[in-house]
């Protein structure tokens, strides 16, 4: 079974399972407010905990207790 510290998406599966534009989460990532790790030059990984963080901090925000 796989840990969710493991487990890593792309900002295009990212940004599908958010429901936002792919350049909102790239800028999401570039302002600090997701976490990423670089891959070689191009890419970018996320991983399943800090999307998850990110969901809590919405939750928070709406009132919505976690």
Known sequence: MMNA???TYTVPEVA???RKRKST???MVYSGEIRASKLGE???RITAAEVQKYL???N???GIPG
């Open 5 to 7: 510290q493991c487990t």
């Open 16 to 18: 599908k399972m958010l």
């Open 25 to 27: 989460v790239y800028e």
């Open 42 to 44: 191009r890419g970018i």
């Open 56 to 58: 809590n901090k919405q």
């Open 60 to 62: 928070i925000l709406r």
